[in-house]
């Protein structure tokens, strides 16, 4: 049967409107998981990645401090301190004995154990004092061989009771007098036989002033040198009455250093300052676990409630597309995750959505990942 151009015309636009029908049926086809990822997928793309992959070392290089979340009420309280020596810690070490400083074993800065030498004295004073244990010691020998003889004869009933009661009161007295003596040495440093004191450190640690030079003279008890173990400090706080009536022996505290990194420590102290009346206190705490520098500045968050939101620094919460995010840490970087801001105070802020209050965050220096994540979305754009 002829066809005509018309009916040609028509039979093509036909076909080719079925042929896009079933195009389109296949398409609206798909079940609604592929297409839940498809358009996730797709969101994904228009909106730039979510992860900063940085390794441990490199997040430590750009200043990134990885925080815990915690429950409370958004930093109700926070407290600038710092980081001290324990009272055990710091040892101001005298000369025992009055002389010339012949010697110096250590520098300030030096890493020294207990018993350590710090500096050498020689003294003629040192030398007397030996000396004369030496001698004491000598007699107290004589003393124990004379009670000795005087028992045998005592014994053997040649010798009277008195003479041998005598002997060993004598011998008595020598031994506590040479006893006293080889005490006097010790309490000068246990000269030797030149007179040469060693002054030693009694505490480990290091060594961070020295107050003799070689050549000068240090009288006995005169300052030789200071020795700090850095590893016991503890964290001072000077806390204001509404404070201190809140704080509680015991109770833990999240103290931050200057660099925006997290030490875990607890309440040691609460002692009322020399002002009573006004109720401030000094708040010591000691660290569980981490390490600061004695001399550095902190500060310490306290929750004066209990429960509540999941509360980070303000500084971990950044502005990414548009939305509020945090940076949770993850094995190899960071992911940007939504939340939901609420009230702010003190440097912190809860947050009442996106947050479950356990995750490990990046608190000072978040920025730095927004900025990285930006740079990886203008990449894209490209």
Do not use: C
């Not at 750009?62 to 009420?73: D, L, N, W």
């Not at 020399?274 to 004695?294: K, M």
Request: charged content about 20%.
């Amino acid at each position: 049967m002829p066809f005509d151009k018309k009916t040609l015309f028509t039979a093509a636009a036909l076909v080719a409107a079925l042929g896009a029908g079933f195009g389109i049926a296949k398409l609206s086809d798909r079940p609604p998981v592929a297409e839940a990822e498809a358009e996730a997928g797709e969101g994904h793309a228009e909106g730039g990645g979510t992860e900063v992959k940085l390794t441990a070392e490199q997040a430590r290089a750009a200043g990134i401090a990885i925080v815990t979340v915690s429950h409370g009420g958004a930093g109700d309280l926070r407290l600038s301190g710092r980081v001290e020596a324990t009272p055990s810690a710091r040892a101001a070490v005298a000369a025992p004995v009055s002389g010339g400083v012949v010697q110096l074993l250590v520098a300030p800065g030096a890493s020294v154990r207990a018993g350590a030498g710090l500096a050498v004295i020689r003294s003629a004073e040192g030398a007397a004092v030996r000396a004369e244990s030496i001698a004491s010691g000598a007699e107290a020998d004589a003393a124990r061989a004379a009670l000795a003889r005087e028992e045998r004869l005592f014994k053997a009933g040649v010798t009277a009771r008195q003479d041998w009661e005598a002997a060993r009161a004598a011998a008595t007295r020598a031994s506590a007098e040479a006893a006293a003596a080889r005490a006097k040495v010790a309490a000068f440093g246990t000269p030797g036989e030149s007179g040469t004191t060693i002054v030693r450190s009694p505490i480990v640690g290091v060594v961070t002033s020295l107050q003799v030079a070689p050549g000068g003279f240090v009288g006995q008890g005169g300052p030789v040198a200071e020795v700090t173990n850095p590893a016991l400090v503890e964290v001072v706080f000077n806390a204001p009455a509404e404070a201190a009536a809140k704080l509680r022996v015991g109770a833990p505290l999240t103290v931050l250093g200057a660099d925006g990194a997290e030490t875990k420590a607890v309440i040691a102290g609460i002692a009322p300052m020399a002002q009573n009346a006004t109720g401030a206190a000094v708040i010591r705490a000691r660290l569980s676990d981490g390490r600061l520098t004695p001399g550095a500045a902190v500060s310490a968050a306290f929750s004066t409630e209990t429960g509540g939101y999941p509360t980070v620094p303000s500084e971990a919460v950044q502005t990414v597309g548009g939305r509020p995010v945090v940076f949770i840490a993850e094995e190899d970087g960071f992911r940007a995750q939504p939340v939901t801001p609420g009230r702010s105070g003190a440097g912190f802020t809860q947050i009442v959505g996106g947050l479950k209050g356990s995750e490990r965050i990046a608190g000072r220096g978040a920025f730095v990942l927004k900025a990285e994540l930006s740079k990886g979305e203008a990449g894209d754009e490209d």
